[in-house]
Every structure is written in structure tokens, then in C-alpha cells.
């Protein structure tokens, strides 16, 4: 097969993978993008965009049979429903499909050249991609590596039968009666909660202290909280031990054996990146851990060699590896660019819902800032009380000198959509008073922004 | 897991020892085969050091400015299976003078800029992460405008709020040429001391000087030349030279006078070991040219002028010249002078007291020209006059042969035909 010869080659066209190619299109530079499944990577096929689906569907049941057991103080009754979870997942499957051909649109309107296979370094310039048709070499002037991450399995819970990752979990056909999640962070705890809506029966065995690690006590309160309400099981400060059958080997917190029966066992104990396959030991890159080093125009040690995204360290988002990919495909374009993003905001989609964008109050006085803190609860936020989710807040963190903002988070229903106003503020520079001064329409949960940052001022109106 | 010893090379020319100038590595660093290690520097030449081997560093045996003695440990490198030991080798093809860039030491009396953070008493985990706030604070458009325009953002002062930059601030200093704001006071007190570690060539210059000075008795004659008919003389033969031949200046007109006077008076061109006791007068004249190059001063040598026209040693001249400012020269063009020739001129400068390139024994110095009244007799005239102003070993040349000598070259000069002439 003849060669290809392009400017820039990019390798995984998940998030960061496609936008640098897109951006690279758009500023002229001749393309190749190779992708070994399919475009969008985990995000869009088995990631944020079908567990979106899953949970926003799985929220829509519960809700529909609140309503049924005749519980709900809205006046409103329905007969009980029925779910055809292959019928969701379909639609989900639907959403994927679209998206999917949705990036590899924006890829040709670029005039990328798309290339699918698997990709092998032969040397830093040099690309080998299996392709269905044989081996078709690629050379490049620039390399980007976008090959993301993958599930950390666990040796003595090997994926297959029962025991299932993120990615099966998301193509159940059925629900499963007795759902055991391993691992209490956030995708566990997302996906059980779904499949605790949609009926299962849910354990969750995280080993450390406290559900939702990276996150403080405060804000994972009202996720616990809304998790025992569900009737989930959570079982902190327990280790998984293994499997017999269908049946989970636990030891609990007290040291104690239990045994926990279940049709699925979900592993989510966190994703590794993807090194392995595609030829990294030929490049000899310098590693930082597990990732590969990268400095702050994400080249790798070797010239001429970026990378982007999962394989590049925390936090594992795609949004971070969207930014980073727009950043060198400028940089490959001869733009003069470092990564100087104050903030990356991170949502976890539990019920309810947490944002974070800039330092925790911990996180801040551990590095040495004094400051202040505004709190303010929804429970005094009318747009919350009239949608019946009164849990959660929003919390500020400042300088105590300036009034910067160093950190905005909050955990509550929808919150999710506040990520920009919070990103935005950091990223602006803002200090408490430009957020207090600015008008926040009524009535909605945005209020609370403002009012965290009065409260921190010292003056809140509605507490 | 083995342990792989490097060794001070052999650089050559019974070189005992060596200056570390550089270091491309620290304990702890992984370093690959053939990647360079470090940078030792002989008689102003510096050779570069590379790993045999591919491991980790263990131990560095020189701090800069070290000097170490040949088959000397280096350093220590683990590697992978056996161990062993290794004289590294200097890789002689790449013999180059380098501007040596000395580390300079932090000053710690800055005057305080920022607003120090106060760290609460009860030590704190330290994260990695630089803090947010030390990074200027400006929104993202104005970061993207001063990254396009190349504008260190911390060099801009913020009149924003909480000193946030905005675009009218980045266009005023852009205004402003992009220079650092002065203090707003005007006048400023600057208490920084900046110390600079002598090492490299400004080491070895400094060590030649002091040898130099404190064992030669210097003497320095200053005679000013006629150099008018040489000028014309020069300007003709520039105006009818080939494309291929160098423009003359007055160096190499200066270099064949010597030649031509060495013949004569020998006992300029010599080299004395003192410590021997013993003059070596030279029959080859090996002139070196005194030459400022980014790193300091190098003396790049025309050898054999004596066997070289004047077009040759125009030409070897420049070529010297730029191969030492570019750190190209090679080890041997750099050394052997019998006799050196430093030049202020284009500077000005009435006279200067050249100092001896040790261990010669004659350093001819040349001042500018310049147009003075010169009385012929019945009047003042125009004359185009230069000084040469030379210095000598007195312990080895009298004043009266320094005398000699000098006014020797004066008439070589004044008179430019007689160069050129067959003796």
C-alpha cells in the first residue's frame, strides 16, 4: 500500500484526538487521523455520552414510579410503569450513532484524512496502521498520541461472566436484579444509582473511607444521603476478595467475611492509561507514573512527538483533552501557545449532582492561602424548593486579601450547568464582588452562585 | 543492576587534566547511550563527554568549575546487568570553543514585588501545582493576545481589580516599547548583587592574565606611524582585487612587516620557559590575533605567516576570526603563537599596554588611525597617523632591541613598498 506523508498525524480520535485534527484542518495543516474503533473514543461510545442516556432515563422512571406508588406531592398519579431497557439502551444507542457520524462529518468538512486501524510506532516519525485492507504506513512531521485510557481490571475479579466494566454495563439488555458496584467513585456511583432506579437491587464496596474520595465530606453528604434514600447499600472501608459463582467475597470494615449475591458485579476502580499497543516501547517517551510526560505544550520528550488527554495524567476529562488538542494543533500550525488554563471544572453525575472548578477550601490552605469561604444552601433557594430537590449548595472559596476566587464548588440537582459560570469566573479572574454584583435571573438555582458570594462578603440577602 | 564508572578522557595533547564546564545531567537522571553527559574544557577548547551506556546517574565526581585529572573517576551510572569501567571518550570531532554560561547565583535582595502569601503556622501538605494566584491574573483573551504578541505577562502590572491585566493595560505597554514598568518613583535604590561564577574561558583568561603579568616585566613602547601612503596603498589594491581575495585592512600589511622584521630580529619571536630557563627563538612565525568572541577574549593563530602572501593572510585572518566567534575553531588554531598582534583599533583609543601572551616574549598592539597635522618642514599637513603600541619580555628583549624592532616596522609601514620587497 503507498505511503501516506502528512504534516501532522494524530493517533485516537476520541475527544482531544478529534479536535486536534478538526482545529489542524481548519488552520490549513494536511491531516491524518487514526482511529482502531470508532470515532469519538470512550466519551461518546462508552463513556460520558451513553451513561448520560442511562442515567437520564433511569431518573425519568423513578420519577414516573414516585408517581405511581402515589408519593409524589405533586398531585400527580400514573399507573405503574413499564421498562424495555433494550428499547433504552437502542435509543442510546441511537444518540452514539449520531454523534458518531456527527465527528467523522466535522473531521472531512476539515479535509482530515480518517484512517481506521490500529496504529504501531515503527519510529517517531513512522506510523504502521492495521488496516482491513493490509498495512498502510503513515509518515508525519508531528505526532499527536491521543490513545486515552482504559478500565483498571482487578486480578482477582477479572472482567467476563458476571463481572462486567463500564463499557458491558452500558449495553445491558436487562436489569440486573442484584447489582454489586465495586468501587465507589464516580462512575460506580453513577451507574449504580441508575440501575438502583431502574430497579436493581445495588451494593456498593468502596475500600477507602468515604465514597467519592476526591471529593470533601460536605459535598458528597447529600449524594449519601440520596443513595440510602434509593435504598442502596454502601459498604465503605471494604475490600473485594473474589468470586465464587455468582457470589462477591467481601471483607468489611470490621474485618468481618461477607458474602454478596449477585446477577452483575460492576468494577470501576478507576481507569489506567492506554500504553500499551501501539508501540510505545519503540519511543522510549519519558513517563511521569503511569502517563507520559509532557511538558506545558504537551510535547513528549521526543521532538516532534505530543500527546494529549488520558494518556497524559489527571484529571482523565474530555473537556481537558479537547483543550489540549486544540492547543497543539496551533501550536503544530506555528502559534505561540502553553497551556495557561486556571481551571478545569469536573461534574460528577450522581443524583445529586457535584461541580467543582478551582481549589476546595482544603486544597487552598494547603497551599498556604488565607481565605474565605460563602456557603449557601438550596434549601433557600426557591427555584430548588419548586422543583422539589431542596438538597445541596453552592460554596466559594476567595482570598482573603484580594476576594479572589480560588475555587466555586456545589452539589445539587442540575447543578451540572453551572460548571460554565463557575469555569468562567476563574478563568475571568473574577473576586467575590464582581459575582455579588452581577444580576443572577430569578428564579433559578444560579442564584445561589450570587448569594454564596454575598455570603462570603458578609451580607447575604436570603440567609 | 550494575555499576558503570566514567572517566575522565584522555583529551590529547598530554592534557593532564580537564575543567568541568558543564554538566547535561543530575543524580537520579536516566541517561541513554551516546546522549551527552557533560562538557570538560582544555586549553580553551571544549570537549563534549557521552554515555557509553544507557542507566541511571548515581553520583557526579566535579561540581563546575572542577578541574579534574585525567582517568580521574567522573561520575557513576547504574545499569542494567553488569557493571564495569570506562574512560569516556571526548568526542573529537566536535572541538568548540562554547560560551560558557555561567550559573548565576539568585539574588535574594530583590526588592519584594508580589504580596507574600501567608503560610499558616502548622506545616501544609505541598501540593505540585504552582499556586493559582502567582500566575499573572488576566481573563483568557487577554492571556491569548499577549501570548500571539510574545509578552511575558508577568512583566505587565495589572490595574485591574485585585490587580487583574486587562487589555488597556497590555496596550499601554505595548505603548511603552514592552519594556518592564519602571518603578513608579522614577529614581529607584538597587541593592541586587549578582554573582557570577568564574568558570570556563573567562577562568582560563584569568589565569593566563595574572601568569602574564606577575612573571613578566613588562615593557611597552609606543611609537606613532605614518600610515598615509599605506592606506592609499591599500585602498588600491582593495579597488583592484580579484572576487575571490579577501578586502585587506591593515593587519595583514602588519603581519607581513613583522615577518619581514622577525628575519632581522629574531629575538621577538620566541617563546621563554622560565621555569627551564630556556628561550626557544622560532623560525616559523606563528601569529597570533587577539579576538572578542561572545565568551571573552581567544587568540586564534596564523601559522606559518612567514609562507603566506599577503592576499592568505587576509584571508586566514578572517576566516580565524569567525571560526573562534562561532566556537568552531579547532583545538590547534587556537594555540602555538610565537608572536601575537592584538587590535583596539576601530575602538580608538590613543595608546594601550598590551599584555604578553605568556610564554611569548613580544605582543604588538595597533591603535586607531586617525588624520592629524603633521609639520613637513615649511607647514602643517593632513596625514593619516596610527599608533602601534607594543609590549615586550624585558627579562628577554632590551629596550634598545624593542626600540629597534618597532622603529623597524615603522619603516616597513611608512614606506609599503619595501614589504613587498625580495631581501
Given amino acids: ?463 | 543492576m550494575g555499576e558503570f564508572i566514567i572517566k575522565m578522557p584522555d583529551v590529547g595533547e598530554g592534557v593532564a587534566e580537564a575543567e568541568l564546564v558543564e554538566w547535561h545531567c543530575k543524580v537520579g537522571d536516566p541517561v541513554r547511550e551516546d546522549m551527552i553527559l557533560a562538557a570538560v574544557m582544555t586549553d580553551k577548547a571544549t570537549v563534549e563527554i557521552p554515555s557509553p551506556v544507557t542507566g541511571t546517574v548515581l553520583w557526579l565526581g566535579a561540581e563546575i568549575g572542577d578541574t579534574v585529572a585525567v582517568k580521574a573517576p567522573l561520575m557513576r551510572i547504574q545499569v542494567a546487568g553488569e557493571g564495569g569501567e570506562v574512560e569516556a571518550v571526548a568526542m573529537a570531532e566536535t572541538v568548540t570553543v562554547e560560551f560558557v554560561e555561567p550559573p548565576i547565583a539568585k539574588s535574594e535582595s530583590h526588592p519584594p514585588v508580589e504580596t507574600k502569601k501567608s503560610i499558616p503556622s502548622t506545616p501544609v501538605a505541598k501540593t505540585p501545582a504552582q499556586p493559582h494566584a502567582d500566575k499573572p491574573l488576566a481573563s483568557p483573551a487577554v492571556r491569548l493576545r499577549a501570548q500571539d504578541g510574545g509578552i511575558d505577562l508577568r512583566q505587565v502590572s495589572g490595574t485591574g481589580p485585585a490587580g487583574r491585566i486587562t487589555h488597556d493595560d497590555l496596550d499601554q505597554f505595548l505603548a511603552r516599547g514592552a519594556q518592564p514598568q519602571p518603578a513608579s518613583s522614577g529614581l529607584a535604590k538597587k541593592t541586587a548583587v549578582e554573582e557570577i561564577k568564574v568558570t570556563g574561558l573567562r577562568r582560563r583568561i584569568s589565569e593566563k592574565m595574572v601568569l602574564a603579568t606577575s612573571r613578566i616585566p613588562h615593557i611597552t613602547y609606543v611609537e606613532e606611524i605614518d600610515v598615509t601612503d599605506l592606506e592609499d596603498l591599500r585602498a588600491t589594491m582593495n579597488a583592484t582585487r580579484k572576487p575571490d581575495q579577501t578586502k585587506l585592512t591593515i593587519l595583514p600589511f602588519l603581519m607581513r612587516a613583522l615577518v619581514k622584521t622577525i628575519d632581522e630580529q629574531p629575538v621577538v619571536n620566541a617563546t621563554f620557559d622560565d621555569d627551564a630557563g630556556i628561550i626557544s627563538r622560532h623560525a616559523a612565525v606563528h601569529i597570533g590575533i587577539a579576538t572578542q568572541t561572545p565568551a571573552g577574549l581567544t587568540v586564534p593563530v596564523v601559522r606559518h605567516a612567514e609562507a603566506r602572501g599577503i592576499w592568505d593572510c587576509a584571508a586566514e585572518v578572517v576566516r580565524l576570526a569567525e571560526a573562534a566567534r562561532t566556537g568552531s575553531a579547532l583545538r590547534e588554531e587556537l594555540s602555538g603563537s610565537t608572536i601575537t598582534i592584538t587590535s583596539l583599533g576601530a575602538m580608538g583609543g590613543i595608546a594601550t599596554t598590551p599584555i604578553i601572551n605568556h610564554p611569548e616574549v613580544a605582543i604588538v598592539g595597533v591603535n586607531k588611525i586617525m588624520t592629524r597635522p603633521v609639520w613637513d618642514g615649511s607647514q602643517f599637513i593632513p596625514r593619516k597617523m596610527m599608533n602601534l603600541s607594543s609590549s615586550f619580555d624585558h627579562r628577554v628583549v632590551d629596550g634598545w632591541d624593542a626600540a629597534t624592532f618597532v622603529q623597524r616596522i615603522k619603516a616597513l609601514l611608512e614606506t609599503p613598498a619595501l614589504i613587498f620587497i625580495e631581501s
Fill in chain 1, 1 to 463: 500500500m503507498k505511503e501516506i506523508v502528512c504534516k501532522l498525524l494524530v493517533i485516537g480520535a476520541g475527544p482531544g484526538g478529534y479536535i486536534c485534527a478538526i482545529r489542524a484542518g481548519q488552520l490549513g495543516i494536511d491531516t491524518v487521523i487514526v482511529e482502531a474503533v470508532k470515532a469519538g473514543g470512550t466519551c461518546l461510545n462508552i463513556g460520558c455520552i451513553p451513561s448520560k442516556a442511562l442515567i437520564h432515563a433511569a431518573e425519568e422512571f423513578e420519577k414516573v414510579s414516585h408517581m405511581a406508588a402515589a408519593k409524589s406531592p405533586l398531585g400527580i398519579s400514573v399507573e405503574t410503569p413499564k421498562l424495555d431497557l433494550a428499547k433504552t439502551i437502542a435509543w442510546k444507542d441511537g444518540i452514539v450513532g449520531r454523534l458518531n457520524s456527527g465527528v467523522l462529518g466535522l473531521l472531512r468538512k476539515a479535509r482530515v484524512k480518517i484512517v481506521h486501524g490500529r496504529a504501531k510506532f515503527r519510529d517517531g516519525k513512522t506510523v504502521e496502521v492495521e488496516t482491513e485492507t493490509g498495512t498502510q504506513v503513515i509518515r508525519a512531521e508531528t505526532i499527536v498520541i491521543a490513545t486515552g485510557s482504559e478500565p483498571v481490571e482487578l486480578p482477582f475479579l477479572p472482567f467476563g461472566g458476571p463481572v462486567i466494566s463500564s463499557t458491558e454495563a452500558l449495553s445491558l439488555k436487562t436489569v440486573p436484579q442484584k447489582l454489586v458496584v465495586v468501587g465507589g467513585g464516580y462512575i460506580g456511583l453513577e451507574l449504580g444509582t441508575a440501575f438502583a432506579k431502574l430497579g436493581s437491587k445495588v451494593t456498593v464496596v468502596e475500600a477507602t473511607s468515604q465514597i467519592l474520595p476526591q471529593y470533601d465530606a460536605e459535598l458528597v453528604k447529600p449524594v449519601a444521603k440520596r443513595l440510602a434514600d434509593l435504598g442502596i447499600r454502601v459498604l465503605t472501608g471494604a475490600k473485594a476478595k473474589g468470586l465464587s459463582g455468582n457470589t462477591l467475597l467481601i471483607e468489611t470494615a470490621e474485618g468481618a467475611e461477607e458474602q454478596l449475591a449477585a446477577d452483575k458485579i460492576l468494577v470501576t476502580v478507576g481507569r489506567k492509561p492506554r500504553t500499551e499497543g501501539w508501540g510505545l516501547d519503540e519511543l522510549d517517551l519519558d513517563r511521569a507514573g503511569k502517563f507520559l510526560r509532557i511538558d506545558d505544550r504537551c510535547r513528549t520528550s521526543m521532538r516532534g512527538v505530543h500527546a494529549i488527554g488520558d494518556i497524559t495524567g489527571e484529571p482523565m476529562l474530555a473537556h481537558r483533552a479537547m483543550a489540549q488538542g486544540e492547543m497543539v494543533a496551533e501550536i503544530v500550525a506555528g502559534k505561540k501557545r502553553t497551556w495557561d488554563k486556571r481551571c478545569i471544572p469536573a461534574v460528577c453525575f450522581t443524583d445529586p449532582e457535584i461541580v467543582t472548578a478551582g481549589l476546595s477550601p482544603d486544597e487552598a490552605r494547603a497551599q498556604g492561602y488565607e481565605i474565605r469561604v460563602g456557603q449557601f444552601p438550596f434549601s433557600a433557594n426557591g427555584r430548588a424548593m419548586t422543583m422539589l430537590s431542596e438538597d445541596g449548595f453552592v460554596r466559594i472559596v476567595a482570598r482573603a486579601d484580594s476576594n479572589l476566587v480560588l475555587g466555586i464548588q456545589a452539589v445539587g440537582s442540575g447543578v451540572s450547568e453551572l460548571s460554565s459560570a463557575f469555569a468562567l469566573a476563574i478563568e475571568m479572574g473574577a473576586r467575590l464582588e464582581d459575582i455579588a454584583a452581577t444580576i443572577h435571573a430569578h428564579p433559578t438555582r444560579s442564584e445561589g452562585f450570587q448569594e454564596a458570594a454575598l455570603k462570603a462578603l458578609g451580607h447575604a440577602l436570603h440567609i
